[in-house]
């Protein structure tokens, strides 16, 4: 297989020259305007595909095969060849895939940029929002160079995230203590784990006064959990039963310097039986309340639990099990939809490690990859 890109004024002569040069089984991967660092070859830019058709003088293949008795670095060679077009090939094939249908005029750069965050899960309208910014901005700055071109639309990209997005990774409102924090989320999300997680990090790794409270009183086995985790790290806890002695032990307790929240998983049934808890949380200015989701949840179904949870008011969106997923769409999509801060990630199910605050870096460098990659590179 060979893929070839041929340059001519418009597209008809350039896809004419290709079945002309790889005959009539030549398939068509993309065409588009070419990249200004090619325009000098013509306006316009088809890439074909060709299955052992023969190799013309001016191959890419043919290009880089140095002039060798050598078996073993012709062989590596060929691979290294092979290995290219298979990767432009790939490009060129995401690119398609993703490219949509009636965004013409988009420059190569923009538009792997796109599938990058289609890739991702991102819904195709933030996408293409983000990209569209971000590219406004690189026409200001737009060097000539191509290495200079690609730095600065992963520059562009990243302020335009950060222009979108809010990272807020502390706990409690206000800077006087006690600063009180809760995670409220369905079950099974990550509540109880991350809020350990949290106790350790900012309580006693600060050397700081903290206190778990546990409303999580529908099932015995979930205070036992927590009563288990403050027993090894030595921390105080209360398991309450009512709102009412919720309310009470945060006032007896305004000494300490963190007191997080622990609360039972709701499910939709739990909601309408009891929403006591979610109208104290909501009415407290005091208390900075966290919704916590596993980030390997169905983007749709995040939606809706971001929509049902809404009656506890959550200030800030803590998403865990990123180590189970390579896609950030979903929580980028709920981000954007609520204005929400994202808090904090939950990356695996050790404690205390397996935690992160989220920053503009991390989250960058988790959507286009570490700077130095590919992702987002114009083929
Ligand atoms: N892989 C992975 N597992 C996680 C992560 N966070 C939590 N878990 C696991 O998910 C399971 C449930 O975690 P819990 O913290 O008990 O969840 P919860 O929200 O308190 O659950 P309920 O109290 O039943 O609503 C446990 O086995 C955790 O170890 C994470 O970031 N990654
Ligand atoms: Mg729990």
């Known amino acids: 297989m060979r893929i070839k890109s041929y340059f001519a004024a418009a597209v008809e002569d350039a896809m004419a020259q290709a079945r002309q040069e790889l005959g009539p089984e030549a398939m068509l991967v993309n065409s588009r305007k070419a990249p200004p660092e090619a325009r000098h070859l013509g306006e316009y830019e088809v890439v074909f595909a060709a299955e052992n058709s023969p190799a013309p003088a001016q191959d890419v293949a043919a290009q880089v095969q140095p002039q060798t008795a050598n078996g073993a670095d012709r062989l590596s060679v060929d691979v290294a060849s092979l290995k290219r077009e298979l990767e432009g090939m790939r490009r060129a094939l995401v690119r398609s895939a993703f490219a949509p249908s009636r965004w013409s005029g988009v420059s190569p750069t923009a538009s792997d940029a796109y599938a990058a965050l289609a890739a991702q899960e ?37 302020e335009e995230v950060r222009s979108r997005f ?16 809760a995670l409220v989320g369905p079950s099974g999300s990550g509540k109880t784990t991350t809020l350990v997680k949290l106790a350790v990090q900012y309580g006693l790794a600060a050397r700081r006064p903290v206190l778990l409270l546990s409303v999580d009183t529908f099932r015995i086995a979930a205070a036992a959990q927590l009563r288990s985790f403050a027993a090894i790290l030595g921390v105080g806890i209360q398991v309450l039963e009512t709102v009412g002695a919720l309310a009470q032990a945060i006032e007896e307790n305004r000494s300490k310097d963190l007191i997080l929240i622990d609360t039972p998983g709701f499910g939709p049934a739990d909601m309408e039986a009891d929403c006591g808890l979610a109208r104290f949380l909501s009415s407290r200015s005091d208390i900075d309340t966290h919704l916590v989701l596993s980030s390997s949840t169905k983007a749709a179904d995040v939606t809706r639990m971001v929509d049902r949870f809404e009656i506890f008011r959550p200030q800030r969106l803590l998403f865990t099990r990123l180590d189970e997923t390579e896609s950030l769409g979903p929580i980028l999509n709920e981000a954007a939809r609520t204005r929400k801060p994202l808090s904090f ?3 695996g199910q050790r404690i205390p490690e397996d935690l992160e605050a989220v920053t503009w870096d991390r989250l960058v460098e988790r959507l286009l990859g570490a700077p130095a990659s590919q992702a987002v590179s114009a083929a």
Not at 122 to 136: G, Q
Not at 166 to 181: C, F, K, N, Q, Y
């Open 345 to 347: 990630f939950s990356n």
């Open 122 to 158: 991102v819904l195709p309208s933030l996408a293409r929002e983000i990209v569209e910014a971000a590219e406004a901005r690189i026409l200001v700055a737009r060097s000539g160079s191509p290495a200079a071109d690609k730095a600065n639309w992963r520059q562009a990209l990243v």
């Open 166 to 181: 809010t990272v807020e990774p502390s706990l409690g409102r206000g800077d006087s203590p006690p600063r009180i924090a």
